[in-house]
């Protein structure tokens, strides 16, 4: 493997000293570049383009040759572990992502089990090996899954929910039936990212979309109790380097102390937490990654770079913790020069921070 060249996003995660504060942002390599959209009309249907390595490989450095951004992240979905499975996933225009089965019973619980990593999930892995000599160190390259809460909530309701009514209610109704569907999803989230870092992941980031929709109780023990299993799973070193681990519950910021004692490296934070208020509460414990609205990216370039300084301002004085991001993934509808603004500022507004 390649000699990485920048290598200021994983020191900040070990919160080791940076010359200026890193960025990159979430769901980077998607539609807001009219490139990505070509490549997507390329390869037909959404579920072709993640599972063509040299597909999902040329979107993942997309955004690296527009922007300086100091990290890439491997284009896949989250979804990748219940269609390995044997669920079906397909996508519907204007609907988002559906399954040909879904998960009602004990019955259909049983059916689960963890999938072949290389076999049934391999073009994931192969597409990180071909990013990873594509890239040829010029950043660290960051593997990902969904939590299983959020992977369960797929695949109970279906796709998308605005309520959560089935998984809640099995949740509720069903709690030994909802821990057994966990565990399974926990035991193979666990495999799939160690064979994201065997296969050259320099970081990972288990995204727990839907946590936020839970109270503090189901949180900690359909959620979060998970994740604890996972990150005390993960291979945590490789190529002589430590493998970051970032957690980010969207809508948890109620919660970060519990986020930061499983033993991740970074918390993710959303734009409705305060950066300043969150540093106050976990203290030099972690990393914080975020947080500015996405939205903010539909304002002028003058008001992003004001975010940005915001953003940055409020973290405060101290050469380590703080990873750039929004809040949440950028919007499909962003112009990329404002992406290219956020960037610049963040490199060019953090340096004040760093001395």
């Given at each position: 493997m390649a000699e990485?060249?920048?290598?200021?996003?994983?020191?900040a995660l070990l919160r080791q000293p940076v010359d200026k504060t890193p960025v990159w942002i979430m769901r980077q390599a998607g539609r807001y570049l009219p490139e990505y959209r070509e490549v997507r009309a390329k390869a037909g249907d959404f579920m072709t383009l993640c599972s063509t390595p040299e597909l999902a490989c040329e979107v993942t450095l997309q955004p690296l040759r527009r922007f300086d951004l100091d990290a890439a992240i491997i284009f896949s979905d989250i979804l990748t572990i219940p269609d390995a499975m044997g669920l079906g996933l397909h996508f519907v225009a204007g609907e988002g992502p559906k399954f040909n089965s879904v998960i009602q019973s004990a019955a259909d619980i049983a059916k689960l089990g963890v999938p072949d990593m290389e076999d049934n999930l391999g073009y994931v892995m192969d597409a990180i090996r071909l990013t990873r000599r594509e890239i040829n160190g010029k950043v660290p390259l960051i593997g990902f899954s969904g939590s299983p809460w959020t992977l369960a909530c797929y695949m109970v309701e279906g796709g998308s929910s605005k309520d959560f009514a089935?998984?809640?209610?099995?949740m509720f109704d069903e709690p030994k039936q909802m821990?057994?569907?966990l565990d399974v999803l926990a035991d193979s989230v666990i495999a799939y990212l160690n064979a994201q870092i065997a296969a050259g992941a320099q970081s990972i980031m288990l995204f727990d979309t839907w946590g936020g929709a839970?109270?503090?109780e189901n949180y900690q023990e359909f959620s979060l109790a998970y994740m604890q299993k996972i990150v005390s799973g993960l291979t945590r070193e490789a190529e002589g380097r430590t493998v970051p681990v970032t957690l980010f519950t969207k809508g948890g910021g109620q919660w970060l102390e519990l986020m930061a004692n499983?033993?991740?490296?970074a918390v993710g934070l959303d734009w409705t937490t305060d950066i300043a208020t969150a540093r106050q509460r976990v203290g030099e414990k972690v990393t914080l990654q975020g947080n500015m609205d996405p939205c903010v990216l539909y304002a002028s370039a003058d008001r992003v770079e004001q975010e940005v300084?915001?953003?940055?301002a409020g973290f405060g004085q101290g050469n380590t913790g703080h990873v750039f991001n929004l809040g949440h993934g950028i919007h499909p509808t962003i112009a990329p020069e404002n992406m290219s603004r956020l960037v610049d500022s963040v490199h060019n507004i953090s340096e004040q921070y760093h001395r």
């Open positions: 990485l060249k920048n290598d200021r996003y994983l020191k089935k998984v809640k209610g099995m821990h057994a569907l839970l109270s503090r499983t033993g991740v490296d300084a915001n953003v940055l």
